[in-house]
């Protein structure tokens, strides 16, 4: 597989590598030994850049990092936008690249630039930007965001992998149950008609099921792929998403561990920006989009306490906007000052219990599917040759 090598070398400035690599570490190591500093890799057959451009989205963690090693190797802001812009190979890309160089060129600074990109920049990363520029700390807020991201990014895998098993079984299971009711019970029911007799009522029942499913085998296999495809079609609607959100965020259970991860990525957010430099009030109103509407509300309330002097933990358990060990964490930083840091500690208690019952739920439920599964099956098998048991008994 070959990889393009976004690298830098004393004497040469930016250079872009293809390599041949079984991956991209290998790819990385390969630049390495050739004396070269990897600023970012990217696979040459476009899955990366195909997948940003399919969902329209700028590759904000990559952007990142590239930003941090230039400015890090001594580049100034313009010439890093110019050295990326000039390597980019897609258009998409390079428009973005070229609207904020040029909003740097007509004075305006970098925050006010992705500001003007408000489908590419969100709110959060402009203002994380718009903090560094008050304190000259560009490229330790930027690897804050990255870290930040890749804090996010690795709960949304635990979750999806910790799905796949259970979504797996279950597709399979009820293609094994579509085969037997349209393939195998109308064989046998032909089977027992010749033979006469009468059979048992739910071997029966289950046979005129069968029957019925084959007299209308085309209509049952138009569902069973039209079904699936609608659902799908209708889950990546944004509407559709907020209905099941919605109804998710109503189920007892569910819907606390939901609150409890927005809780985490609401404090996550709020740590980063004061950990920035922002203040309290500013960065409440950035980060509550991140909250449900219902707590939004509350938050405004709690942002207006603490304009009026209140401390930051009793607003938010006046408001109840954090747990009990979030309130003592919050107690800590107002005392030692490190109010971010404990912001972000609360956010890591919030994930780990998040990924901790994922786990323990995804353990308890497979097993369950599995056993349902397997008892569905066994009993139409059963259903089938319990006549052809009860004949050769009789036999007997």
Known sequence: MQFEVKALRNGE???????DAINSDEAVAQAKSRGYSVISTRSKSGSLSLSFARKNKFPLVLFSQELIMLLEAGLSLVDVLETLAEKESQPGLKKTLGQLINSLYEGHNLSYALERLPDDFPALYVAMVRSSEKTGSLAEVLKRYVVYESQVEGIKKKVVSSSVYPVLLAVVGTLVVVFLMLFVVPSFSHIYEDMGGELPFMSRLLMEWGQFLEAHKKTVLSLVVAIPTALIIAAIQPASQ?????KLWELPTIGERLRLYEMARFFRSL???LQGGMPIIVALDLVSGLLQE???ERLK?????????????????????????GLKLLRV???????????????????EETVRWIEMFVKLFEPLLMVFVGLLVGVIVVLMYFPIFELAGSIK
Not at 242 to 246: A, E, I
Not at 303 to 314: D, F
Not at 340 to 350: S, T
């Open 13 to 19: 400035g930016i250079t872009l590598l293809t390599l």
């Open 294 to 296: 219902s707590r939004r």
């Open 301 to 325: 309330l709690a942002s207006q306490s603490i304009q009026e002097g209140g401390a930051i933990s009793q607003a938010m358990e006046k408001y109840d906007l954090a747990t009990p060990l």
């Open 333 to 351: 930083g107002e005392h030692t000052g490190q109010m971010g840091e404990m912001m972000g500690r609360i956010a890591l208690y919030y994930e």
């Open 271 to 273: 740590g980063m920006l």
């Open 242 to 246: 907020v209905w099941l959100k919605r």
